[in-house]
């Protein structure tokens, strides 16, 4: 089984047993260029896509909250997570729920 989710540029795909996200670099490049808080219009330099494109997932990575030790990427899981847990969604289980 798997499913496919197309969005602003990103494509997720869900099979058996992973969770996929891709962007192309560049629709990457596009977002960064078009990008509401890009108010000098900066642009990522002709040539230097890939360089752009593995900074960017090597800053995914990294820690960003000091007090928790949290990368971009598990915040941004983290947010949807809670969203998820504050909806009445039928595949969370919370804790008062009867089976």
């Known amino acids: 089984m ?3 989710f ?3 540029g990103f494509i997720g795909v869900v099979t058996n047993d992973k969770v996929k ?6 629709n990457l490049v596009n977002a960064f260029n078009c990008c509401p808080d890009n108010f000098d219009g900066s642009k990522v330099r002709r040539g230097m896509r890939q360089e ?3 900074h960017l997932v090597e800053r995914l990575f990294d820690e960003t909250d000091q007090d928790t ?8 899981f983290d947010k949807v997570f809670y969203e ?3 909806d009445d969604l039928d ?7 009867e089976d």
Do not use: C, Q, V
């Not at 030790?69 to 941004?76: F, M, Q, V």
């Open 2 to 4: 798997m499913e496919k």
């Open 6 to 8: 197309n969005g602003n």
């Open 21 to 26: 996200l891709e962007i192309s670099i560049a």
């Open 52 to 54: 752009f494109a593995r």
């Open 69 to 76: 030790g949290a990368s971009y990427i598990e915040e941004a």
């Open 84 to 86: 998820m847990m504050e």
């Open 91 to 97: 595949f969370i289980k919370h804790p008062d729920d």
